[in-house]
């Protein structure tokens, strides 16, 4: 009697189709960077169309003023505006009491290197301690590539200083665009965009960057006043660093989504 458990069939059995291979990791990294990417755009369509609207015309403006310098065609209102901060009879009298040139000069500090780079280090110091590192870099490579753009901006014009009226304080570099505008622009604003992941109610992300506007705005007059700047050097250096601190900011915002950098709650005290 044979063995059925022994029979064999012979019928042929269909190939197996070959695995896929492995994405290569060079490619499959980039891709998915990409595609969190746009999801991330069609998540928040609006913000980003208005950010990158805003960035837009920012960088705009500044190729406009720019181009201009270059071809050294005079503004009409750089003369006025610095004519107006000073006294007709005498261009070397500023408008307003002597006290009021001290309080400038003090204004116009908070948009010098040294004190922008002594807040940088304090803010960043306050997200290292809770243990927000990629908040941490975002804010020391915003603000350090903020100065070396500037620097390459000035050497690349190496606009003279305005003539026109008596400095009233000291200067050391060219003058198109404006550091102290730029700079303050991209810390002030790149800092009250952070400040506003800390809260929550609508009236106090307002409060976080009008105070960052506001700073940014008295930074770039106090530079006119002082004579140490064209006006047109200001609407400059502002243009480019809100083109700047918009681009950081978007930047934030994806990568927090990521899990790169982290939100309100991210930080362990």
Known sequence: ??????????????PQPPSPAAPDPAVAKPVKVL?????????????VLFSLLVATLAIWAFAALADRVSDQRDF???????RAFRNPDDLAVPIGPHSLVEAVRDISALGGVT?????????????????????????????LGGMIFVTVLKNLFDRPRPSLVPHLSLVFTSSFPSGHSMLSATV?????????????KRILK???LTIA???????GVSRVYLGVHYPS?????????????????????????????????????
């Open 1 to 14: 009697m044979p063995d059925t458990d022994k029979h064999v069939s012979n019928t042929p059995q269909a």
């Open 35 to 47: 595609s969190q990417l746009f999801n991330w755009i069609g998540q928040h369509d609006r913000m």
């Open 76 to 82: 009409h209102f750089d003369a006025w505006l610095l």
């Open 115 to 143: 004190v922008l780079t002594m807040l940088t280090l304090g803010v960043a110091g306050f997200l290292g301690l809770r243990r927000m590192y990629g908040a941490m870099w975002l804010v020391v490579g915003s603000t």
């Open 188 to 200: 002030f604003l790149t800092l009250g965009a952070l400040l506003t992941q800390f809260v929550h």
């Open 206 to 208: 307002a409060y976080c």
């Open 213 to 219: 506007v506001i700073l940014t705005l008295m930074v």
């Open 233 to 269: 050097d200001v609407l400059a250096g502002w243009s480019a660093g809100l083109a700047w601190a918009l681009i950081c900011d978007l930047l934030a915002k994806f990568l927090q989504q990521r899990g790169t950098i982290e939100g309100d709650g991210g930080g362990s005290d």
